[in-house]
């Protein structure tokens, strides 16, 4: 469960959006559209760690090819306000590659943490599966596998098969949202039946790309129709949480009306639907976060609405 006593300058959150959207976001500023350089990336993560909207902050995206060159820039990071890792593995073709990959993925975890001590907390790895992979080995830390959208299902239900014992770290599943081009963006009716069968089968989700922005909207740069953070988080917590099918869900993913979302100091309310500040904490241990190339576009959209 996230912890809601954690302090924050922000005085005006209340505790349902606070609950919905804590360590939320995942930091991705060295992919498109922003596409920073390393050193200009952490030292945003670093500026963000400073700001009032830092309790929405979660992991810096890296990938572990990237892990050396970061080594060399972390002293900007402190024990207090140390440099949160989600590492990204890289695309493999076969089993046989991916099967190595874990290999260097391992080796590269440990010297990064020799390296940096304790400046760095590698919190996640996050990487795609090649197709062929039957099962998947718990590792030292919390992994979510990407799939596609048409591939979800299957994949969900091998992650939850291979689940080890009640000590090992958690296998989720990582859902591509969106991109810079129109077909990168999955379908409501994807996004649904991924949420629903995540929580049939207990496992958890993590979204990236395309959440820039809290509710559903046509946006103009990629010519389709961008999915919302809220829509999604919000589907995915009540498919949980109040057994959604994937008709319900697909119903929330399609709101555009911004003002049918709405956060009280008791429960965060999407039309007649309502949840409770302790089940949102309660059912965020297993819809996560989501990566963003963008900290600020979130947080200043928040505001316009008037949720923050």
């Known amino acids: 469960m996230f912890d809601l006593s954690a302090p924050t300058n922000e005085m005006n959150v209340s505790p349902a959006l606070r609950a919905f959207m804590a360590r939320s976001i995942d930091y991705a500023g060295l992919f498109p559209p922003a ?9 945003n993560y670093r500026a963000y760690l400073d700001s009032e909207d830092a309790w929405m902050l979660s992991t810096f995206v890296l990938p572990i090819a990237k892990f050396g060159d970061a080594a060399w820039l972390v002293s900007q990071f402190s024990s207090e306000k140390p440099l949160r890792l989600s590492a990204l593995g890289p695309r493999t073709i076969n089993a046989i590659d991916y099967a190595e990959e874990l290999k260097n993925i391992s080796k590269g975890v440990r010297q990064l943490r020799a390296d940096a001590r304790d400046v760095v907390q590698i919190e996640q790895l996050e990487m795609p599966l090649p197709a062929g992979v039957t099962a998947v080995s718990t590792l030292p830390l919390r992994t ?95 498919a949980r949480e109040q ?23 008791e429960s965060f309310h999407w039309r007649d639907f309502q949840m409770g500040v302790a089940a949102i904490a309660k059912q965020r241990a297993f819809i996560t976060s989501f990566g963003s190339c963008s900290f600020d576009e979130p947080r200043e959209d928040l505001r316009e609405l008037k949720m923050l």
């Open 35 to 43: 596409s920073l350089q390393l050193e200009p990336a952490l030292k």
């Open 144 to 238: 979510f596998w990407e799939a596609a959208p048409d591939d979800a299902p299957r994949t969900i239900e091998m992650l939850a098969a291979s689940q080890g014992s009640s000590g090992a770290q958690p296998l989720g599943f990582k859902l591509r949202t969106g991109g810079v081009t129109a077909d990168a963006f999955p379908t409501s009716r994807q996004i649904a039946r991924v949420l629903v069968t995540a929580a049939k089968y207990n496992v958890p989700v993590k979204f990236t790309a395309g959440l820039h922005h809290p509710v559903r909207m046509f946006r103009e740069e990629v010519k389709t129709t961008m999915h919302g953070f809220l829509n999604v988080l919000g589907a995915g917590l009540f």
């Open 243 to 265: 057994k959604w099918d994937e008709e319900q869900s697909t119903a929330m993913l399609e709101d555009e009306d911004a003002g049918a979302f709405r956060f009280t100091d």
